[in-house]
């Protein structure tokens, strides 16, 4: 059973609803330790840079560097009364549509779960107002001794807590070299081809259907030297040094994935009726010809 990483609740005008928050995340990153030849595993010891002698964890100072080589300190003590306070409260500032929030701000995300029966009504009332509405609740949140900007926001059949990055820790692309001041006019003909490849790969969202290949790959090489195996990894084959102009590359692209996709899915609009038809007619066809069948046996 999950654990709450931190208990409080959300508030906005009057309404204070009690809440417990859980990790929404389970990382299954490979890790891997350093090992020295003969096997045994390495330690990393705290020394001092000047002397090079060992130094006890509790003579552990902080430091700011502000120019090279010169330090502001602070004891322990001293960044525990700095720290934010830690309230127990989600303050919701403002309700804003989910839409305008582009998914760079968000960080992390946690499950909100009610805390206690006399919470579920409420609960469950912001919860659905905010999915009908399109809306997400914006404020700010303390856990772990760093203040947080937090978007509590419909998720499932509850509520979901994202932390967010303030707008100034968002680089912006005036700043990121290569990336266009303006947006570039691109050909007809290139659009319509590039709409087509789009149209191709159209699917529906299932997070189901990604695998971390890598991840996958790696614990069986794990597991096959475990055993003793010996360990040959395929090499990848080099891409094409054939270097193709825009529109060849899409046309390729389109011709690659059409009947693929063809026979995969069929189109949307008047395409897909004509399928729903061909469909029921096949099967009307099937359960006709079973009739027969079975009254072919019985005369028999």
């Known amino acids: 059973m999950a654990r709450s990483i931190w208990t409080g609740s959300i508030s906005f ?51 700011y560097e502000t120019a090279k080589g010169k330090w502001v300190l602070f004891d ?30 968000y960080e992390r995300t946690y499950h909100l779960a009610p805390q206690g029966e006399a919470a579920e009504s409420a609960y469950a009332l912001l919860a659905s107002v905010m999915s009908e509405r399109g809306r997400v609740g914006i404020g700010k949140v303390v856990m772990r001794d760093k203040q947080y900007l937090a978007a509590i926001r419909p998720y499932g059949k509850g509520l979901a807590l994202s932390t967010m990055l303030f707008a100034d ?31 191709s790969l159209e699917s529906d969202w299932d997070p189901k259907r990604y695998h971390d290949d890598y991840e996958e790959q790696l614990r069986s090489i794990i597991r ?24 060849e590359a899409l046309q390729a692209s389109l011709e690659g994935r059409r009947p693929k996709r063809a026979a995969a899915r069929p189109s949307r609009g008047t395409g897909t009726k004509r ?9 009307k066809k099937s359960a006709k010809k079973g009739r027969a069948h079975a009254a072919a046996r019985r005369s028999a």
Do not use: M, W
């Open 169 to 199: 820790e968002v680089v912006p692309q005036s700043d990121i070299e290569g990336v266009p001041a303006r947006k570039k006019t691109v050909g007809a003909r290139e659009k319509k081809l590039a709409g087509q490849i789009l149209d």
């Open 224 to 247: 096959a030297k475990a055993k003793g195996k010996a360990v040959e990894v395929e090499e990848q084959p080099e891409p094409s040094a054939k270097v193709l102009d825009l529109v």
């Open 76 to 105: 322990k003590g001293e960044l525990d009364k700095l720290a934010p306070a830690s309230t127990k409260t989600i303050d919701i500032e403002d309700f804003v549509a989910l839409d305008d929030i582009d998914p760079i701000y």
């Open 13 to 63: 005008g009057l309404v204070n609803i009690p809440v417990r928050v859980f990790s929404a995340v389970r990382p299954h990153d490979v890790r891997f330790h350093q090992v020295a030849p003969d096997g045994s595993r390495i330690h990393v010891e705290r020394v001092s840079g000047k002397t090079g002698k060992k130094v006890d964890f509790g003579d552990l100072k902080k430091g």
């Open 275 to 283: 399928a729903k038809k061909a469909t029921k007619k096949r099967a």
